[in-house]
Nanobody
Framework: QVQLRDSGGGSVEAGGSLRLSCAATIHNSRILIMGWFRQRAGKEREEVAYIDNDGTVNYADSVKGRFTISRDKDKNILFLQMNNLKPEDTAMYYC????????????????????????RGQGTQVTVSS
């Protein structure tokens, strides 16, 4: 069983930065791939970033160059450093993890996204004002 607790959201002005964290508690299980997705008001959930078991990362085009995903595997913590935030980044952000998908390539081959992972956090709100 994997339990995730995400935190670090808040309110910032455009151009500001936030760092989201996701602490994982693992019981008789494992984590291979981790990622973040977000949901803006009235919109569909969308992928943000991934990091797989080998450390390969992948970003949505909308955040590429501004967001950085990283992972401390020893402490089971996932991070999302968000710089140069824009009002359109305002959303509830969720971390997610899966115990069966090892790579981003496999995830894409299976047609899955972070929304399909077998564990997710409760969400942390990010609000960016113009």
């Amino acid at each position: 069983q994997v339990q995730l607790r995400d935190s670090g959201g808040g309110s910032v002005e455009a151009g500001g930065s936030l760092r989201l964290s996701c602490a994982a508690t693992i019981h008789n299980s494992r984590i291979l791939i981790m990622g973040w997705f977000r949901q803006r008001a009235g919109k569909e959930r969308e992928e943000v970033a991934y990091i797989d078991n080998d450390g390969t990362v992948n970003y949505a085009d909308s955040v590429k160059g501004r967001f950085t995903i990283s992972r401390d595997k020893d402490k089971n913590i996932l991070f999302l450093q968000m710089n140069n935030l824009k009002p359109e980044d305002t959303a509830m952000y969720y971390c997610a993890a899966d115990s069966g998908i090892a790579s981003i390539a496999t995830m894409r081959h299976l047609g899955l996204t972070a929304v399909d992972f077998d564990a997710r956090g409760q969400g942390t709100q990010v609000t960016v004002s113009s």
